[in-house]
């Protein structure tokens, strides 16, 4: 299993980014991909996760209100929408792909087996 993430940039306050996660080689149906983050001498923190088959999406409290996430199963991609950006959110982002038949829905990293390589949004004025 194979995920790029791609549409990092720096970003105004107030901004909107989309984050793009192409993913390839799935081998499980029920699998779902988070989206994590990671600020500097921070750790790694849970965003969203989509199911592929169900398309049922779960966001952090801490970001449910500006960020949202999708997907398109045509294309083997889900999105991050993120809106009205603030210099906290900056941070590496990272998706993932679940284990099979983990909760994945929880939001928790270890159950999380397939990584991609992270892009950089900076929020900056």
């Known amino acids: 299993v194979q995920l790029q993430a791609s549409g990092g940039g720096l970003v105004q306050p107030g901004g909107s980014l989309r984050l793009s996660c192409a993913t390839s080689g799935r081998t499980f149906d029920d699998a779902a991909v988070g989206w994590f983050r990671q600020a500097p001498e921070k750790g790694r923190r849970w965003l969203a996760a989509i199911s592929w088959s169900t398309g049922y999406a779960f966001h952090s409290d801490s970001v449910k209100a500006r960020f949202r996430v999708s997907k398109d199963n045509t294309k083997n991609t889900v999105y991050l929408q993120m809106n009205n950006l603030k210099p906290e959110d900056t941070a590496v982002y990272y998706c993932?792909?679940?284990?099979?038949?983990?909760?994945?829905?929880?939001?928790?990293?270890?159950?999380?087996?397939?990584w991609g390589q992270g892009t950089l949004v900076t929020v900056s004025s």
């Open positions: 993932a792909e679940s284990r099979r038949g983990s909760p994945w829905y929880l939001g928790n990293a270890v159950d999380f087996e397939f």
